[in-house]
Nanobody, 128 residues
Framework: QVQLVESGGGLAQAGGSLRLSCAVS????????MGWFRQAPGKEREFVAA????????RYADSVKGRFTISRDNAKNTVYLQVIRLKPEDTAVYCC?????????????????????WGQGTQVTVSS
């Protein structure tokens, strides 16, 4: 079993920045590709960013390109999401997810069904 615990959320001002972390335990971290998703109030959960097991391949939703950066530290079993130039529309619960299947390299990386394990999420609230 894989456990994922997010941290780093909170209240931030528009234009500011923050870094979310997702600590992974239970299995070998480098077996897993990782993703970040978010769910805003009244909306469906949406893909934000993803990174493969090595950190060599990253993918982003068009809506966050240029402002969000996903990275991972395999020595610390942690994946990060750096966000700059925060906007009120970034307000959401941010969840990290993990999966080890090779289909991730196709189109599975941006789909909820492409991930087997999920964290509980961390709330990010951006004030204008």
């Amino acid at each position: 079993q894989v456990q994922l615990v997010e941290s780093g959320g909170g209240l931030a001002q528009a234009g500011g920045s923050l870094r979310l972390s997702c600590a992974v335990s239970g299995r070998t971290f480098t077996n897993y590709h990782m993703g970040w998703f978010r769910q805003a109030p009244g909306k469906e959960r949406e893909f934000v960013a993803a990174i493969d097991w090595s950190g060599g391949i990253t993918r982003y939703a068009d809506s966050v390109k240029g402002r969000f950066t996903i990275s991972r530290d395999n020595a610390k079993n942690t994946v990060y999401l750096q966000v700059i130039r925060l906007k009120p529309e970034d307000t959401a619960v941010y969840c990290c997810a993990a999966d080890s299947r090779s289909g991730w390299y196709g189109s599975a990386y941006y789909s909820e069904s492409g991930y087997s394990y999920w964290g509980q999420g961390t709330q990010v609230t951006v004030s204008s």
